[in-house]
């Protein structure tokens, strides 16, 4: 069983020039460090750093004989700073950007002594966070694997993220119910048909009976303050900040492969909005790649459609010649 480690970060400068404590922690799975090429793996909104074992979010692909297979690799997590899950929250949150946990990770990885990754991967902001690690450390990994996602924050996620954050400030129960709402985006209509059908019980709808099981589900285990800065976070995704630096020119800088992991039935990020940053990622680079999941579950697949992640991603992590000892 993997514990919770801590790194102190002091007097971290933000983006806004607000300086933080932070209180990074984290779990390694497998290989002790130094030992194994390293996987360094970030997690969605509600996530954390248990990506396997008991409690594990994404059981189904890490761990011995799976995909990212614990016996061959070190496989890190951070948990980012003001999730909860170590009990360490951000009031100021909105003094904090996602490019502000970019640069915290790498920092904490400097403190580890890692200076090179097999692969940084992650999914929904796990993946925005993947974009913009390889944005300001365009040498940091060999392969960059950005799930469900973007290197932006769309026009409807803008929207999303603030219908969330009228929920979180003005609901009586606002964990519960902005995450009814969230269910709605992480899902799809025909996901919802399939699964309920307009079926009933004892006159109450099954789908909304699910919408109330899951918000109360959050409620119990998730911070409000957790949520709010989560939900922040996923509003500042942006690698070019604001229109600053030509998104083709931060492309042509990194060196290692891109993996663009898209859902064709995503209504968060969506699979036209990944397809048009890979065309336009093409003109400048040539080791990016895309993929798809093909899935009616939307923006939740990367979470249900672990068979076809497996396929996805086989070829970069069952390469016998895995060429990077990272230390």
């Not at 083709?248 to 048009?276: A, C, H």
Request: glycine share 6%; with cysteine; proline share 2%.
């Amino acid at each position: 069983m993997s514990k919770l480690k801590k790194l102190n970060i002091i007097n971290y400068i933000s983006e806004n020039k607000t300086t933080f404590n932070i209180e990074l922690t984290y779990e390694i799975f497998g290989k002790p460090i130094g030992e194994a090429p390293i996987v360094l793996v970030n997690h969605a909104l509600t996530g954390n750093s248990r990506i396997t074992g008991l409690g594990g979010w994404w059981n189904s692909i890490i761990g011995k004989d799976k995909l990212i297979d614990t016996v061959d690799f070190t496989v890190i997590a951070f948990n980012f700073p003001g999730n909860g899950y170590d009990g360490f929250l951000i009031r100021n949150y909105e003094d904090l950007i996602l490019r502000d946990i970019a640069k915290i990770f790498i920092i904490g990885l400097k403190k580890l002594n890692i200076n090179k990754l097999f692969a940084v991967i992650g999914g929904s902001i796990g993946g925005g966070l993947v974009w913009e690690m390889a944005a300001i450390s365009p040498d940091l990994a060999e392969n960059y694997i950005p799930i469900a996602s973007d290197w932006k924050s769309s026009d409807w996620l803008l929207a999303n993220t603030r219908l969330q954050k009228q929920i979180l400030n003005n609901s009586s129960q606002p964990v519960h119910d902005a995450r009814m709402h969230a269910m709605l985006c992480y899902r799809s209509p025909l996901s919802f048909q399939k699964k309920f059908g307009r079926s009933k019980d004892s006159d109450v709808f099954n789908v909304e009976s699910w919408l109330l099981h899951h918000g109360k589900k959050l409620q119990q285990r998730f911070q409000l303050q957790a949520y709010k800065l989560m939900n922040h976070l996923l509003s500042t995704i942006d690698i070019t900040r604001g229109g600053k630096v030509k998104f083709e020119d931060i492309i042509s800088k990194i060196s290692g492969n891109i993996f663009i992991v898209s859902v064709d039935s995503d209504l968060f990020f969506t699979d036209y909005q990944n397809r048009e940053t890979f065309y336009k990622a093409c003109r400048t680079k040539e080791n990016i790649f895309f993929k798809t999941i093909k899935s009616v579950h939307g923006h939740d697949a990367f979470l249900i459609e672990f068979d076809q992640l497996k396929i996805l991603l086989s070829e970069i992590f069952t390469k016998k010649h895995i060429s990077l000892l990272s230390n």
